[in-house]
């Protein structure tokens, strides 16, 4: 009989794998997209899942365009790869031995990848927003959304600190046993 605790974690390795399975599809078809609209221009105006008015940068100015798809498309990715291992983590997840160096890796590297959504979906974005006001005129909405990401980052960083902690604590127990 599985306990609670497993159960929860099954659940939310399938919800992992959902969630790097739908970014997945979201940076493809991006792609796909981005692609497609130099082959013909009408199909920056089916962008998938971009809230913008895509059709009209393009219009105006094909590198800005291309700036505005390569950050949603690195954002996409971003979040994929983030799901991805999260979905690595849980499987090497043992409730026996939580703290090894490997779940202390893994909770860095997430880390890291939000940071890096934060750093692209703010910085990155803004500067491309206020170069593109500059010099075309469009207006776009700033991205709110980054600074989440900041904060999850400084807790899943913390977290992993704890756990490298802990596998210290464990090391030192064992030499002394």
């Not at 799901?83 to 890796?105: C, D, H, I, N």
């Amino acid at each position: 009989m599985k306990t609670r605790t497993e159960i929860i974690l099954v659940v939310l390795k399938v919800l992992a794998f959902m969630g790097f399975i739908k970014y997945s599809i979201d940076c493809g078809a991006q792609l796909t997209n981005f692609v497609a609209s130099f082959i013909n221009p009408d199909w920056a105006k089916r962008t998938y899942e971009v809230n913008m008015d895509i059709f009209n940068i393009r219009e105006k100015s094909i590198p800005y365009y291309s700036y505005a798809m390569c950050l949603t498309i690195a954002v996409s990715a971003l979040k994929a790869t983030i799901w991805y291992v999260v979905f690595a983590l849980q499987t090497k997840l043992k409730l026996q031995s939580p703290f090894s160096m490997e779940v202390q890796k893994k909770l860095e590297i997430i880390a890291y990848l939000l940071l890096a959504v934060w750093i692209v979906s703010s910085f990155f974005w803004d500067t491309y927003t206020y170069y593109l006001k500059q010099d075309t005129g469009i207006q776009l909405p700033a991205n709110n959304s980054g600074g989440e990401y900041f904060f999850m980052a400084g807790i899943i960083y913390i977290i992993s600190q704890i756990f490298k902690r802990g596998i210290e604590i464990q090391e030192e127990n064992q030499l002394t046993v």
